[in-house]
């Protein structure tokens, strides 16, 4: 019997209740592994298949695009996409799909665990304890900051940066926010204030970051940015990690030009700046701003509704071009 079933390339083993899905729903170029797939064997999975979902770390060049010319849509099993190269697949009419709304919350909560745990050295007093060493409570031991009542500095309020920011109402902080265009006050509690780049960092206690990678936002926050912070500030960044340059950010913070940083995402993930890796005030995650079972679930769930759309002849919810 004829397997009529669309071909399916899935780039990266995706969480059980989705196999189970494509396995029963699509052919499989292949069993997908736990591992980022080599460029080589990238481009020779997305030529064989009719639809593919594909994960942030995968690079998707023009010349993979246009090579793969069976293939109809692209599911980015995320919400950037900068990993796509978008002006070739549109010149090469080829649809590419995102997964928003659904990380808004995991993203926003460990956003809030992120800043935390750096303001008051958790990771730390994980470490200290679980060494042996700590021998009892002390009024000096690790001292960090408090968060209530202090202002918070939200670079970027789409869905992310706003849910960051109704976070920030049970602590009693005020907020100040940055966007391009301000937006509508009628809709705005009233401790959210618009500011400039440079206003927020000088103003906010705690400054994080909820923006797209593109290449206006590469390098925003530099050594000039991070100058205008407070000595007493931190920086939190679960967005994109070329937002932020990791040479500057080093040495501010070796230099006592911040207080600290907590990240989630990193330049040229997943390798580490050697020297944030040696400093104690930096709290650093392995991307897992969308990493809870109901958020990597929805993800994939979304993945394939945009796909059974684009093969129903349909136009894709989360279409991005």
Known sequence: MIDTRPTLYLSRLLPDPIMAIVRERFQMVHEPLDALPSLSALRKGLCQADVAIVTLGDHIEAETIHAATRLKVLANYAVGYNNIDLAAARQRGLIVTNTPDVLTDATADLTWALLLATARRVVEGDALVRSGLWTGWSPTQLMGAEVSGKTLGIIGMGRIGQAVAQRAV????????????????????????????????????????????????????????????????????????????????????????????????????????????????????????????????????????????????????????
């Open 170 to 321: 049970g602590f009693r902080m005020p907020v100040r926010y940055h966007t391009r265009q301000p937006m509508a006050t009628t809709s705005l509690p009233r401790e959210w204030e618009h500011r400039s780049l440079h206003g927020l960092l000088g103003e906010a206690d705690i400054v994080t970051i909820h923006l797209p990678l593109t290449p206006n936002t590469h390098h925003l926050i530099g050594a000039r940015e991070l100058s205008c912070m407070r000595p007493t500030a931190f920086l939190i960044n679960t967005a994109r990690g070329p937002i932020v340059d990791e040479e500057a950010l080093a040495n501010a913070l070796k230099t006592g030009i911040i207080a600290g940083a907590g990240l989630d995402v990193y330049e040229q993930e997943p390798a580490i700046h050697p020297a944030l890796a040696q400093l104690k005030q930096v709290v650093l995650l392995p991307h897992l701003g969308s990493a809870t079972v109901h958020a990597r679930v929805q993800m994939g769930l979304v993945c394939l509704e945009n796909i059974d759309a684009v093969l129903a002849g349909r136009s894709a919810p989360n279409q991005v071009q």
